[in-house]
């Protein structure tokens, strides 16, 4: 755990972790400057797996001028990792946005859907803090089995303010599940679909309702679909007034519950 003084508007805490010894470390808030190189001076929290005595021992060949140093072992093939990195942004009245807090969520048949040392507990900041619940623990970073039908990433915001904000979805390696996304908003009773090939970008608002700023009003819900054998043979769209009236035609229509525009 570091602490990025860049970070939100007085600084927030990052995690960094190597899960699998390989020298490839995760951040817990994608597209933040802390890499796994601690600076000199640069102070920084480790989490111990068990409760008891522990020691932390830095090793005069573990440090480092800040050059990239190739490993005196075998290299490890290269494995796919499936994760979505959300971060919070906070909009400012000029339309820029100041980057909050992040968190991650990876999956993997590595992984277990239990809360363990694969997961990294979240440090609360002085501002928005941003991060994952299960089980009862806060996290910054989840780690689970691969992607199911109905899983859910149930979001916490905490310190939150009566002001603008944005949610940045960027999923890695996430099509291949077959599923699809949406974020559910309890405040608004929404679902936004969410691309798991492309960034998604939402914007909300936490006004004088108290609901509004509700820890837990949001979550991400996978869910699958099916291609289903129906061919669209014409599309029209037309001015109606104020409206656009849309018809459509297609053949081989078969188990079609709705049509969403």
């Known amino acids: 755990y570091a602490w990025d003084p860049n970070l939100n508007l007085v600084g927030g805490y990052v995690v960094l ?3 699998d010894d390989d020298g490839e470390f995760t951040s817990s808030v994608a597209d933040n400057p802390q890499t796994k190189e601690i600076l000199s001076h640069q102070a920084f929290f480790v989490e111990t797996i068990a409760d008891g005595p522990a020691s932390l021992t830095i090793e005069e060949s573990d440090k480092s001028d800040g050059s990239s140093y190739l490993l005196s072992r075998p290299a490890k093939p290269a494995s796919v990792i499936s994760r979505l990195n959300i971060n919070l942004y906070l ?5 820029s946005i100041v980057m909050a807090d992040g968190l991650k ?20 900041n002085v501002n928005e803090t941003f991060g994952l619940m299960r089980n009862g ?3 910054a970073i989840e780690r689970r089995q691969p992607l199911v ?20 979805f960027k999923p890695e390696n996430l099509s291949s599940f077959g ?16 691309s798991l ?24 819900v996978f869910k699958s679909y099916t291609v289903l054998p129906v061919t669209f043979t014409g599309i029209r769209a037309a001015i109606q007034q104020k409206d656009i009236q849309v018809d459509w035609s297609v053949e081989q229509e078969v188990n079609i519950e709705k049509y969403e525009l």
Do not use: H, P
């Open 197 to 220: 090939d492309a960034i998604s970008t939402i914007n909300f608002t936490v006004n004088s309702d108290a609901a509004s700023a509700s820890l837990d009003r949001f979550k991400v």
């Open 17 to 19: 972790d190597d899960l």
């Open 105 to 124: 969520a990876e999956f993997g048949s590595t992984y277990t859907n239990d809360v363990n040392s694969q997961d990294a507990i979240k440090f609360s």
């Open 149 to 168: 039908m109905d899983d859910t990433l149930y979001l916490r915001t905490t310190k939150v303010t009566q002001r603008n904000y944005q949610l940045v």
């Open 91 to 95: 909009i400012n009245a000029d339309k």
């Open 179 to 194: 599923m699809t996304a949406f974020l559910v908003d309890a405040y608004l009773n929404k679902e936004t679909s969410l």
């Open 137 to 139: 623990k806060f996290l």
